[in-house]
């Protein structure tokens, strides 16, 4: 990878050559597969510390996969961020999600989907769920499944206002697909 002459960024992503050398171990891994890592690769510490959450709510979370690829869509169109929500729909397909189910989290779908999207718009206009949707999700994903939908919009839109601050593009393999087979209008 060859850092972006294109973008104006004061921090695009790291290339292979540039890469810290006290996050060398990290480069083979999930830090250097993306670049929203190898921008955040400006900070070793921040990056080193975000690991451990990053296996939790991408890896381990209660949510399960389809769940938090949802949680992560809504979030990134609320959030506005390009790379979030393509490296998302990229993501949703590969877990079988079809287009019109991600295309609808930018609506307000029916049934479990809508109790997602009415939770994490909560989350970004009020900054807390109403009790009565707190309920109504832990009966529909677990206790634990609320606290992960509540941390997983949080850690994306951290992930959100670094992307875009920092102009990061959107990974090559992810923007062919986005190219290739965009979503349909509806």
């Known amino acids: 990878m060859k850092d972006n002459p294109m973008t104006t960024s ?24 993306l670049n929203v890592y190898r921008t955040m690769a400006h900070h070793p510490a921040l990056l080193k510390a975000w690991a451990p959450l990053r296996q939790h709510i991408v890896k381990d979370s209660a949510l399960g996969p389809v769940w938090s690829e949802l949680v992560i869509l809504r979030a990134a169109h609320r959030m506005g961020s390009d790379y979030e929500w393509a490296h998302h729909v990229s993501r949703a397909r590969a877990l079988g999600i079809s ?21 994490v718009d909560a989350l970004f206009d009020t900054h807390h769920l109403p009790s009565d949707l707190e309920y109504a999700l832990s009966a529909a994903i677990g206790r634990q499944g609320v606290f992960d939908l509540i941390t997983t919009v949080g850690f994306y839109s951290v992930l959100g206002c670094l992307l875009m601050t920092y102009e990061t593009p959107i990974d090559d393999a992810v923007a062919r697909e986005m190219a290739e087979r965009p979503l349909p209008v509806t």
Request: charged share 30%.
């Open 10 to 33: 004061p921090c695009p992503p790291i290339s292979d050559e540039h890469w810290p050398v006290e996050i060398a171990d990290m480069k083979t891994g999930f830090a250097g597969a």
């Open 99 to 119: 287009d019109a189910r991600i295309q609808a989290m930018r609506g307000m779908p029916d049934r479990e989907d809508g109790l997602i999207v009415r939770a």
